[in-house]
């Protein structure tokens, strides 16, 4: 039997940083289940938000409780009733119930408790009770279903129990709800009083903002619904403008304090430049090659991002601005996410300088330590020109004499940190290389404001000449044998395919893996096709063989991982078969269809799903809907949240706690607003005023933004 949580237990001389097992009604023994949800300490305790709210109605006493449940409540409401049990019975069938009848004084009430067997030796005929939960309608009577309850005595004055908005904390097996509220409300009062505001008195009121002290108690302790929401809105707008200010302050730093070569162009440059291409340039590739020169013919850094659509030819305009270092006598570096991306890269653009005195190398972990040793001394003594490599790069090892250019490729794929980190390489603790970073997933409009708001962005939206438009196809694991039949014919007309599983080997999970799909191919449809595989695990020389045999034509279909889903460019693959393909992202799924389409051929994408989630079914349907991948950005968003779309894993940054992007994009359209207002007048947040908001700016973000140097 629980009782509802009150603020009458207190836990004395609390600070932020006392420990969670010093707190009434915790201890040691409930100290570890509180550690595993991360909260340590009070500070912990305070952050740790409701997820959602409970409206328990004021308790009926006298009145027909039918009648407070109101088309406001819609069909269900929460309510607290006392009265007594008048029967009870147990049915004990494949999902187990206990019911009791109460009669509460103007009716009766149907009590029910699902799995929950052991209640029918809890409650019996006669016995009076409290209870409260969520009280359904079903045709004449009423029903309150799994309620929490406590035995009271008919003869004993209990205080009845008033409305409010009970919060509901993430919680787990060792550590309820209501366990977690009352460690709460036993320090809230204390800990609220010592609460010091990092916005000033005269932000705040100009703002709408409640005192951060009132924020919190309006979230754990909320008086009405307006309460909730006014707590909510202080502390999600804390969050953005935190954010918005550690980019604010790094973005002046950059304009301000730091230099960049200043890096020579002009019509023969141009000309000698565009000469290494083997086509011509489209006009929206030209537009962001202007972009690019106003900004590297500057002393400033450049802190460009340039998105364009899969096979969008974002490689060029990276090669040009990498060049353009080359001819102003600075180097250059582009930095890959794979060894296979890396790789291709090296392929790509050697060829394209094949016969020039540019001096290209390749660094990648996969090098014996000789090769690295050799590559490091001559990036050092400035004999390298152009190098391509992986996280290989951001090695302390790595130094180079003059790093004009930094690009960074498939920028989702890398943090803030490891941005910064390349940046760092500059000889000079005030001088700063170019950076340029890439992406073929689109930045979402309300997402480029956050961590990417620091970025200049240029868009490419035409693809170049010669591209082909793709077919998508959705078809259930039965016709999996139909569609094998289908890539044997089309390989039989000269065509070549890629097949994607989602794992290297055979696991639990059922999943199709890279050896047992090859093997079952080798014996099924694809019998007499040269098949290969090709995943992370297969050795650097392994690969770039079995690469320049599927580009050479010597190989018929490549069953691979998601190691190809960039990078990958060969014209005359034109099928694409997705297996499991629910159990990709929607930005991946768009990434691996662009492998094809490359060539003069029709190009096809099958996935292959019988999807068992909603996420799951929407991911593929949507894929199949479009081939846009802005469009595709914007659903992404939409289904998976920037939590999980530029999450700690992507960004380097925590994701929110509070706020929700896009649902709060005027929240940080106003945090931006201000941001940049609060940065042009304090530009180091020097001072008294600021002394605290500086510090808990650089708690939160100081290391992933990077901003030790800066503040």
Known sequence: MSRPPTATSRTPTVSLTTNIAAIHGVGDRRADAFRRLGIRCVADLLLHLPMRYEHELEEAIG???GETISPDHGTAANIAVRGEVQRVQAKMRRRPRVEAELYYGTGTMLITWFNQ?????????????????KVKRHGDYLQLVNPQWEAIKPDVEVAPRTERHRPVYSSNDDLSSTIIENAINAVLDDVLAKLEDHLHEGYRRQAALPTLAEAYRMAHRPANADEIASGRRRLAFDELLMLQLGVMLKRRHRHDTLTAPALTHNAAIDTHIKARFPFELTDAQQNVINDMVADLTRATPMNRLVQGDVGSGKTVIALYAMLLAVASNHQAALMAPTELLAEQHFASIKQM???SRVNIALLTGSLKPAQRRAIH??????????????????????AFKQLGVAVVDEQHRFGVHQRATLRAKSSDAHSSPHVLVMTATPIPRTMSLTVFGDLDISTIRALPPGRQPIVTRLVGQRKADEVYRWVAERIDKGEQAYIVVPVIEESVSGLKDVQSHLDWLEKGALSRKRLAALHGRVK???REAIMQQFRAGEIDALVATTVIEVGVDVPNASIMVIEHADRFGLAQLHQLRGRIGRGTRKSVCVLIADPVTDDGTARVEAIASTTDGFAIAE???????????????QSGLAPFRVAQIPRDIELLQMARRDAQAWIDENPMLAGQRDALLKRRLLKAHGKTLGLGDVA
Request: hydrophobic share 40%; no cysteine.
């Open 635 to 649: 659903k992404d968003l939409e289904i998976r949240g920037p939590g999980e779309l530029f999450g700690s894993r």
């Open 353 to 355: 300088l094949s016969g």
């Open 117 to 133: 067997p052991w209640m029918r030796s809890k409650i019996h005929p006669g016995m009076h009770i409290r209870a409260w939960g």
């Open 377 to 398: 001394e001559q990036l050092e003594a400035g004999e390298i020109d152009l190098l391509i490599g992986t996280h290989a790069l951001l090695t302390e090892k790595v």
């Open 63 to 65: 009145m027909d409780i």
């Open 540 to 542: 650097r020389e392994q």
